[in-house]
């Protein structure tokens, strides 16, 4: 049973660029999302997906958006990429609503150069 | 959600129980406590969570303070591979079709030592 998968693994943008992060939940998870990771922080939740809308974001700006195809997959999307925005992409997945754990995927290394 | 604290780092010998604290004084009666745990170069993994009674399965126990504003993750025999960073997390556990985001703090940094 695969875990949660994220693409690519690392990533090299330029200020001022658009990238695009993909996900794939666990198998049997409808929920997915998304946090940003810091390098010496913890992770900071950006929003979260349920049949295929935006549920709940976190305090991130509208650079920051995201999509959710109908086989539960998800993409985050960041426009005009900022220096600060170099982080560690975390997608987590569950099972329907509040009460069940999430799972995390090894994440997307992002550097903005 | 509800404010927790926990200490930055502890070490702990390989084989000891390592016991990692957590506060949270502000929990409300509806609020679960979760921990995750996050080792190098890795996502976050979910160790356990817990209402008010004290639980245990396989990677851990936790325990809840009567109050329920502390409580403790026990890893009973610490192995090197349990070095990580790990979150205590207080939340609402919500109705299936709300929102469950995960506020994390700063951890506490497990070190096992040989």
């Known amino acids: 049973d695969a875990g949660v998968t994220q693409s690519p693994t690392h990533l090299i943008k330029t200020r001022g660029q658009q990238v695009t992060l993909r996900c794939s939940p666990k198998?049997?998870?409808?929920?997915v999302s998304w946090y940003q990771q810091a390098l010496g922080q913890g992770p900071q939740f950006i929003f979260q997906?349920?049949?295929?809308?935006?549920?709940q974001r976190g305090n991130f700006p509208d650079r920051f958006s995201g999509h959710q195809f109908p086989n539960y997959s998800s993409e985050l999307n960041v426009n005009a990429l900022l220096l600060g925005d170099s982080a560690l992409y975390l997608c987590?997945?569950?099972?329907?609503?509040?009460?069940?754990?999430?799972?995390f995927g090894p994440g997307t290394r992002l550097t903005v150069t | 959600d509800a404010k927790t604290t926990q200490p930055p780092s502890m070490d702990c010998a390989e084989g000891r129980a390592a016991n990692l604290p957590c506060n949270h004084s502000?929990?409300?009666?509806?609020?679960?406590v979760y921990w995750y745990r996050q080792i190098h170069s890795q996502g976050p993994q979910y160790i356990i969570h817990?209402?008010?009674n004290n639980e245990t399965n396989e990677m851990a126990s936790l325990i809840i303070t009567e109050d329920r504003k502390s409580s403790t993750l026990i890893l009973p025999h610490a192995t090197l591979r349990d070095t990580a960073v790990y979150y205590c997390?207080?939340?609402?556990?919500?109705?299936?079709?709300?929102?469950?985001?995960?506020?994390f703090g700063g951890g506490t940094r497990l070190m096992v030592k040989p």
């Open positions: 502000t929990i409300s009666g509806n609020e679960y």
């Open positions: 817990g209402l008010k």
């Open positions: 198998s049997g998870h409808d929920t």
């Open positions: 997390i207080v939340r609402v556990a919500l109705p299936y079709n709300a929102g469950n985001m995960l506020t």
């Open positions: 997906y349920y049949e295929e809308e935006e549920r």
């Open positions: 987590a997945s569950n099972l329907g609503g509040g009460f069940y754990e999430q799972y």
